[in-house]
């Protein structure tokens, strides 16, 4: 399709609406379907995308939250990635499961063998409740009465 030809384009289709997918921004701020809101506190952490990420845009080190709200293969292989890079690497859903949304494709096996092998930690059920700076909120969100979790945690249970 080119500026010339659009209308003969456009005839032959004969559609009512045309959505035109141009290439969107990932954002970083979090802001998500579910609750049409940005991260709170997002502003005051050090919160990238993923794509940004996958493409070296950014270097990041030290202990790294990784949040996926897709369910696919984004957020995982991002994780991955950060692991093998020699980060300490957790990856937080509010789904059942990590990368449900590949089951169907077969992906998931091996989305799971990436992510034990790197020894990301996986929490589920959880969503961020808050950022603030260094600090990670998060919260059951099956049980949200529940004291609220700290990513800060170590993996036996302790504030790190």
Not at 136 to 155: C, F, K
Request: glycine share 6%; charged share 30%.
């Amino acid at each position: 399709m080119t500026a010339e030809n659009i209308d003969d384009v456009l005839a032959d289709v004969r559609s009512d609406h045309i959505a035109v997918a141009s290439g969107a921004r990932y954002r970083r701020d979090g802001f998500q379907g579910q609750t049409g809101k940005a991260l709170p506190g997002w502003e005051t952490g050090h919160c990238v995308t993923w794509d940004e990420v996958a493409l070296d845009r950014v270097k990041l080190s030290g202990d790294v939250l990784v949040v996926d709200e897709m369910a696919d293969v984004a957020a995982p292989l991002t994780a991955v990635k950060l692991a093998k890079l020699g980060m300490r690497v957790k990856l937080l859903t509010k789904w059942p499961m990590i990368g449900w949304e590949t089951v169907a494709e077969v992906y998931l096996h091996w989305i799971l063998t990436y992510l034990y092998e790197a020894d990301v930690e996986m929490i589920t059920d959880h969503a961020v409740k808050k950022i603030d700076r260094t600090e990670v909120e998060i919260v059951n969100i099956y049980q949200p009465s529940r004291a609220p979790y700290h990513s800060r945690r170590d993996r036996d249970g302790n504030v790190a």
